[in-house]
C-alpha cells in the first residue's frame, strides 16, 4: 500500500515513510516498527540498541576522517496520534494508513495521517542511510509513547547517549526552528457517583455533538476552536430546568487532542422532550454564531436511545458533576508576558467518560513555567473534590528553557540564511516536545528543533505540505555535513 508515496521527492525520506504508514504504529503499540527498524538496521550494517524502557536507538560511525566531530543524535518519537471520523472504521493497531496527495499537500483517507513524527523518524532513517552525505557520528533516538505520556523520553536510560548535539525532527512550521517548549501534566480525575433506577415517566435520550474540527491541544488551543467536551456541558447546564439525568456520558479520545465529538444517554421524562428540542435548537444556534470563522461544523442532535438503561446518575450526582465540569478550567488560561504572542498556560479536557456511575476524566496542562502546571493541576483537585472525586497527577515532565545563546542554533540560522535566503523564526512552542525531558537527563546537551509544515495534527484533517519536505530534508542534511566541520 502507499507505493505512490515512493514517487516523491526526497525518495529515500519518502520510502522510509511508506514503511511508518504501512506499520500500525499507535501509541503503546509500537513493537512491530521497532522489530522493523531493528532487521533494517542489521541489514545495513548499522550498530542498534535499546534501553530499558523499549527505546530504540541506532548508531552509524563517522565519515573517515570525521570521527572528532561531535556527535549528532537525530531524535523523533515512533508512535502517532489514532484518531479517525466516526463514520470509517480503522483499526490503528492492524490497518495501514491510506494516503494520497492533493493541491501539494499530502493527506490521509479519514484518519490522522502520522506526519507528526512519522516525517521526522523517516528523515532520521534517510539520514543514515545515506552514503554520500559526509558525517560526523550519528545517532539516532526512536523513542516509544511520546502521544499518550512522554513515557519513552521520561524512562530514557540516563548515561546512554552519546552525542553532544540533539535535533529534534518534532516541530510543525516552515521557516521556524524551536529552542523552547511548555512542560505539563495529565490529569487524572475519577469518581464513583450514585445512581438509582429510572423513573416510569423517564425515557433514555441520546445527545450527540459532532461535527467539530478538532487539532492539536497545544499548538491550536489558542485559535477558539470548540472542544465537544466543554460545549457538550454547556448543553446540559440549558437543559438542566427539564430534570435531566445522566446515564452516561464519552467524550473525546486522547488527552492530547481537542476532543471533537461528545455524546450523552439522558434520562428525561416524557413531557420534557419537546421542551428540551427547542432549548436544544435554540442553543445550537448560539453556538454556531460563537464559532463562525473557526470551527462552523457543530452539530447537535436528540433522539431516543435504544440501547439497555435501567439506572442514571441521581438528580443531585448529576447537577453536582455537570456544574464542576461547566466549571473546569479549559483552553488559554494565560499568554506568556515575556513571550509575546505565546500561550503560557492552558488546559484541555481531553478524554471524559461515565459508566454505571463510574466517572474518570483525563486533562492534559500545559505551561512554560512548571509552577503554574502544578497551580492548574491542584485547581482540579480543589473543584472536583467538592463532588468526592479522587485526583491524581501523571505523566509530568518540564518545559524547555530556550537559550538564545546556543552556538548550534547561530549554525542553523546560518545555514537557513545561505540556502533559502531568509533568516529562520526562533520560536518556544506551547506543545509537549520531548527535548525538556532530554535535556534533563543529559543536561549539556546542545538543541534545536525542526521539521515540515504540518496542519491539522492530532486530527484526521492532518497534512503536510510536499514542497517544506523537500525544504526540510535539505536543511537537514547540509546541517549535519556542516556540523562534521566541527
Not at 128 to 143: I, Q, R, S, W
Not at 207 to 231: E, M, P, Q, Y
Request: with cysteine.
Amino acid at each position: 500500500m502507499n507505493a505512490h508515496l515512493e514517487q516523491l521527492e526526497p525518495r529515500l525520506l519518502w520510502r522510509h515513510f511508506r514503511t511508518l504508514c504501512n506499520t500500525p504504529r499507535p501509541s503503546g503499540h509500537e513493537a512491530a516498527l521497532v522489530a522493523t527498524l531493528e532487521a533494517w538496521a542489521e541489514a545495513r550494517g548499522l550498530a542498534h540498541d535499546r534501553d530499558a524502557y523499549g527505546n530504540l536507538r541506532i548508531r552509524k560511525p563517522a565519515t573517515p576522517g570525521h570521527e572528532a566531530a561531535p556527535g549528532v543524535i537525530l531524535q523523533g518519537h515512533l508512535d502517532m496520534v489514532a484518531q479517525a471520523n466516526a463514520d470509517h472504521p480503522h483499526d490503528f493497531t492492524r490497518d495501514p494508513i491510506d494516503t494520497y496527495v492533493d493541491e501539494g499537500w499530502l493527506h490521509a483517507r479519514h484518519t490522522t495521517l502520522g506526519a507528526d513524527n512519522g516525517l521526522g523518524v523517516a528523515a532520521a532513517l534517510a539520514i543514515l542511510e545515506d552514503e554520500a552525505l559526509v558525517h560526523g557520528p550519528l545517532e539516532a533516538l526512536f523513542t516509544l509513547e511520546e502521544e499518550s505520556s512522554m513515557g519513552g523520553a521520561l524512562n530514557l536510560a540516563e548515561g546512554w547517549l552519546e552525542g553532544r548535539l540533539l535535533l529534534n525532527l518534532d516541530s510543525e512550521d516552515r521557516g521556524q526552528v524551536y529552542v523552547g517548549c511548555a512542560g505539563g501534566a495529565d490529569v487524572v480525575v475519577e469518581a464513583q457517583l450514585p445512581t438509582s433506577p429510572l423513573a416510569e415517566e423517564e425515557r433514555p435520550y441520546r445527545l450527540a455533538l459532532t461535527g467539530l474540527v478538532g487539532g492539536h491541544s497545544g499548538i491550536d488551543i489558542h485559535k477558539g476552536r470548540g472542544n465537544a467536551n466543554r460545549l457538550l456541558m454547556r448543553v446540559l447546564r440549558t437543559l438542566a430546568p427539564c430534570e435531566v439525568r445522566l446515564i452516561d456520558y464519552q467524550g473525546g479520545t486522547l488527552r492530547n487532542a481537542l476532543p471533537r465529538e461528545a455524546f450523552a444517554t439522558l434520562a428525561l421524562p416524557e413531557d420534557e422532550v419537546v421542551s428540551a428540542q427547542a432549548r436544544l435548537e435554540a442553543l445550537a444556534e448560539e453556538l454556531r454564531a460563537e464559532l463562525k470563522g473557526v470551527d462552523e461544523g457543530l452539530r447537535l442532535a436528540l433522539s431516543p436511545w435504544e440501547g439497555d438503561a435501567e439506572e442514571a446518575l441521581t438528580p443531585t450526582a448529576s447537577h453536582l458533576l455537570v456544574d464542576a465540569l461547566h466549571a473546569a478550567p479549559c483552553g488559554v488560561e494565560r499568554m506568556s508576558a515575556e513571550l509575546p504572542g505565546v500561550v503560557e498556560t492552558s488546559n484541555n479536557l481531553g478524554v471524559v467518560s461515565l459508566a454505571a456511575g463510574r466517572f474518570h476524566l483525563c486533562a492534559l496542562v500545559r505551561s512554560l513555567r512548571d509552577s503554574a502546571t502544578r497551580d492548574l493541576a491542584d485547581r482540579f483537585r480543589a473543584l472536583f473534590g467538592l463532588i468526592g472525586a479522587r485526583t491524581r497527577v501523571e505523566n509530568a515532565y518540564p518545559g524547555w528553557t530556550p537559550d538564545p545563546d546556543s552556538r548550534l542554533l547561530a549554525r542553523f540560522r546560518d545555514l537557513h540564511q545561505r540556502r533559502l535566503g531568509r533568516d529562520p523564526e526562533v520560536k518556544v512552542i506551547h506543545a509537549g516536545l520531548e527535548c525538556g525531558i532530554l535535556g534533563g537527563k543529559y543536561p549539556a546537551l546542545e538543541m534545536i528543533s525542526f521539521g515540515p509544515l504540518i496542519r491539522g495534527a492530532h486530527s484526521p484533517d492532518e497534512r503536510v505540505e510536499l514542497d517544506s519536505v523537500e525544504e526540510f530534508w535539505g536543511l537537514l542534511r547540509a546541517l549535519v555535513e556542516e556540523l562534521a566541520e566541527g
